[in-house]
Every structure is written in structure tokens, then in C-alpha cells.
């Protein structure tokens, strides 16, 4: 357990967020294609996945402007989650906010904040964490009932 938190706490910000990124397209095409979605929850897949491409853009590029409207996004659409019904959404959402969280704990900073100008830096970081661990349980407990 101890190398895998040295592995990745030694880990390029960048891949991390690549990966983590392809991992969530990867589950958002499964579930649109292979598992039952109503319209709400194709569009939610939808715009996750138009907002992935302008992040893998802006990554690539280091657009500070669209990462930092990418870094909003990354709050807003586990929050729309709440208003969905489709359960593999929610999960993603909550293995989203979960890795977040342990990212936020190895790293002691959120690791997109290395790539924006900051704007979205708005409000106290605890605020902020007590916020996503809310969000993340009543995405749990949405879940589970």
C-alpha cells in the first residue's frame, strides 16, 4: 500500500489526469452503447464527453482558460449526477469525487491547479473538500437506496 502511494505521489500530474480522464470516457462510452440510457442520461454522457475533448486539448496545450472552465466542470456535472437515475453515472461520479479526494490527501493540492491560472480557486479549501465529501455521500447514498 505504501508504493502505491509513493508511485503515485511521484506521478506526473498530467498523466495522472490522463488516464483518469480516458478510464471515465471508457466507462461513459460502455454505458451509453452497451447498458440502457434514457435522453437525460445520453446528454449527460454527451456533454462529458465534448468537455473531455476540449480538456485533452487544453491539457496538450496548457490553455489555462479551458482547464479552468474544465476545473468548474469537474463539480458541476458530478452535482448534475445527483438529478440523474442512471446508477453507472452516479458510480462514476462517486469513483470521480473518491479519486479526487485521495488525490487531494497524496498530493496535498488539487493537481489540475498546477496547469490553470487559478480563477477558479474561489472560497476556502476546506470549504471546498467538505463540500465534494457531501456530494460524494449523497451520491453514495443515492446509490445504495
Do not use: R
Amino acid at each position: 500500500m505504501v508504493n502505491i502511494y509513493i508511485y503515485i505521489y511521484n506521478m506526473n500530474s498530467k498523466n495522472i489526469l490522463y488516464i483518469l480522464t480516458f478510464f471515465i470516457d471508457l466507462f461513459l462510452i460502455y454505458t451509453v452503447l452497451i447498458l440502457s440510457c434514457n435522453i437525460l442520461d445520453k446528454l449527460f454522457i454527451l456533454s462529458v464527453l465534448i468537455c473531455h475533448a476540449f480538456f485533452f486539448f487544453a491539457l496538450k496545450n496548457e490553455n489555462k482558460t479551458i482547464l479552468d472552465i474544465c476545473h468548474l466542470l469537474v463539480f458541476i456535472l458530478p452535482f448534475l449526477a445527483l438529478f440523474l437515475e442512471n446508477k453507472y453515472i452516479k458510480s462514476i461520479s462517486i469513483f470521480l469525487l473518491i479519486v479526487i479526494q485521495t488525490l487531494w490527501y497524496i498530493k496535498n493540492k488539487c493537481i489540475l491547479n498546477d496547469f490553470t491560472k487559478g480563477f477558479v480557486g474561489i472560497g476556502d479549501k476546506i470549504e471546498i473538500e467538505k463540500i465534494v465529501l457531501i456530494l460524494t455521500l449523497i451520491l453514495i447514498y443515492q446509490l445504495i437506496t
